[in-house]
């Protein structure tokens, strides 16, 4: 009987074990991914800034450029 609980007592705490690093690993992932978001979001808040900043006016540019040629290629025309 003693054997079964030890037997019993390591799985449950091998178990546990488990389910905290993976809850670890999930909020790391989920901390990621905010950081991504707060990135992306200042991103678009500098790009709605307007024309004081010289990165977002580029980076419009480059929106631009690239909204032309898919509207080419949608077209049938080469580049």
């Keep these: ?4 609980i030890i037997i019993a007592a ?8 488990v389910a905290l690093i993976a809850l670890r690993g999930w909020q790391g992932w989920l901390t990621l991914k905010e950081h ?5 979001a200042n991103r678009f808040a500098e790009i709605e800034q307007g024309p004081g900043s010289g990165a977002a006016r580029i980076e419009i540019a480059d929106l631009k450029e690239r909204i032309r ?3 080419a290629i949608a077209n049938g ?3």
Excluded: H, P, Y
């Excluded at 009987?1 to 079964?4: A, K, P, Y």
């Excluded at 390591?10 to 074990?17: H, K, N």
């Design 77 to 79: 025309v080469d580049l």
């Design 1 to 4: 009987m003693s054997e079964q």
């Design 10 to 17: 390591t799985a449950f705490a091998g178990l546990g074990l």
């Design 36 to 40: 991504e978001l707060d990135r992306s």
């Design 69 to 71: 040629k898919l509207e």
